[in-house]
């Protein structure tokens, strides 16, 4: 009922840049929080960032200062720009959203995407 699309990931050189975006489409109400989380080989799952529908913002320590969480509500999408890459910043990215949707307007479900690669290494 909601589809999360990832796109974005890609190689990069150690110091490089890279902005990774995720639309959610379906049958939605509205979007509360969105965020972006990572895995890397044989690591747990863990947040990269967050935002909420109002704009605030949280990241994990490791990347504070390098990448940056927006979003635009009127497009259901969600952003991560990241900058000066290091090669620990490489796993799958997955973008997440906790939604509301016409099924059931009274609870938030959250929905994961299928996630997109990126990749550090010079």
């Known amino acids: 009922q909601v589809q999360l699309v990832e796109s974005g990931g890609a190689l990069v050189q150690p110091g490089g840049s890279l902005r990774l975006s995720c639309a959610a489409s379906?049958?939605?109400?509205?979007?509360?929080?969105m965020g972006w989380y990572r895995q890397a080989p044989g690591k747990q799952r863990e947040l990269v960032a967050s935002i909420t529908s109002g704009g605030s913002t949280n990241y994990a320590a490791s990347v504070k200062g390098r990448f940056s969480i927006s979003r635009d509500n009127a497009k259901n999408t969600v952003y991560l720009q990241m900058n000066s890459l290091k090669p620990e910043d490489a796993a799958v990215y997955y973008c997440?959203?906790?939604?509301?949707?016409?099924?059931?307007?009274?609870?938030?479900?959250?929905?994961w995407g299928q996630g997109t690669q990126v990749t550090v290494s010079s």
């Open positions: 997440n959203a906790k939604v509301i949707t016409v099924v059931v307007i009274t609870s938030e479900f959250e929905f």
């Open positions: 379906g049958r939605i109400v509205s979007i509360n929080a």
